[in-house]
């Protein structure tokens, strides 16, 4: 995972994108990409295959999860910012320019390669567990943000599901955002003791 150090090193770098003079090879969208992946802890694909029609109000559905039942997600307000920042034509929030959806298969070496750090979208899951564990959500918390709702309930029962993940979410998201010392977030083993973030992803 990316210890606090390099979170902001990383955070810097994507905010840098949008300025005048920019040279990196970063597009905007890619950085909102890597950041949405940094903030939420989903796997690359789940952020890249993510369509408009699952996006409400106050939450967004990924449906193509790893074990194939959907899971809805509270928007925060980075997420909301990032989803408007990014609205186009396309069915994916995230769309290519010859084909609807971005194949993002250069985009984490080229972040990791602009602030000298290899790290993978893999590495950016295991970040956004490991901040929720510094800030002592249990294994089974952490557990619920890979996949947490059933095809089978009701869009009610959805949303208030996707409502009790809105606090760890929005404390990662905080943590990753915030300015802030970076000797005194490290984890540290008492920090983590009986958290199994092998487990909980």
Do not use: C
């Amino acid at each position: 995972f990316l210890e606090s150090e390099e979170r902001r090193d990383l955070f810097a770098e994507l905010s840098r994108v949008r300025l005048p003079g920019y040279t990196g090879k970063l597009k905007p969208a890619q950085a909102d990409f890597v950041l949405l992946l940094m903030v939420t802890g989903l796997r690359l694909d789940e952020a890249r295959l993510l369509k408009w029609e699952n996006i409400t109000d106050s939450t967004y559905t990924i449906t193509n999860t790893k074990n194939g039942e959907d899971h809805t997600l509270p928007i925060t307000s980075t997420v909301q910012s990032l989803f408007d920042r990014n609205q186009n034509d396309s069915p994916y929030v995230f769309s290519g320019k010859i084909v609807e959806v971005a194949s993002m298969s250069s985009v984490i070496k080229n972040a990791a390669d602009a602030i000298s750090i290899k790290f993978t979208a893999h590495d950016l899951r295991r970040t956004a567990a490991t901040v929720a564990a510094q800030h002592s959500f249990s294994t089974d918390q952490i557990g619920r943000l890979p996949n947490h709702s059933n095809k089978s309930v009701t869009d009610a029962y959805a949303q208030r599901t996707a409502e009790a993940l809105r606090p760890i979410l929005q404390t990662i998201e905080d943590e990753i955002l915030a300015t802030y010392d970076a000797d005194e977030t490290e984890a540290t083993d008492e920090d983590l003791r009986g958290v199994n973030l092998d487990e909980a992803l």
